[in-house]
Nanobody, 114 residues
Framework: QVQLVQAGGGLVQAGGSLTLSCAAS????????MGWYRQAPGEQRELVAG???????NVVDSVKGRFTLSKHTHKNTVFLQMNSLKPGDTAVYYC????????WGQGTQVTVSA
């Protein structure tokens, strides 16, 4: 069973930055794509960013230019660097690996104040 442990998040003012991490058990990230999702109150969970096993990254338009992903393969950890945060980014963030599987991190609250 894949275990995903998240860290980071918290409260930040608009324009600030936060970094989330997702540490996976075994070598799951070496051979599988991984995604970051977020879910705001009353909203459906949405995909925000993804990174392939080969390190190719992609983010949705709403965070393009502000969010970046990186992967530390040997530590089986993926990082989501979030800059220029907006109140609309407030949500619980989840990592998911392999992407679209049932393996999720525990969720991390990100709150951006105006």
């Amino acid at each position: 069973q894949v275990q995903l442990v998240q860290a980071g998040g918290g409260l930040v003012q608009a324009g600030g930055s936060l970094t989330l991490s997702c540490a996976a058990s075994g070598s799951i990230l070496r051979f599988n794509d991984m995604g970051w999702y977020r879910q705001a109150p009353g909203e459906q969970r949405e995909l925000v960013a993804g990174i392939t096993s080969g390190g190719i990254t992609n983010v949705v338009d709403s965070v393009k230019g502000r969010f970046t992903l990186s992967k530390h393969t040997h530590k089986n950890t993926v990082f989501l660097q979030m800059n220029s945060l907006k109140p609309g980014d407030t949500a619980v963030y989840y990592c998911n690996a392999p992407i679209q599987s049932r393996s999720w991190g525990q969720g991390t609250q990100v709150t951006v104040s105006a």
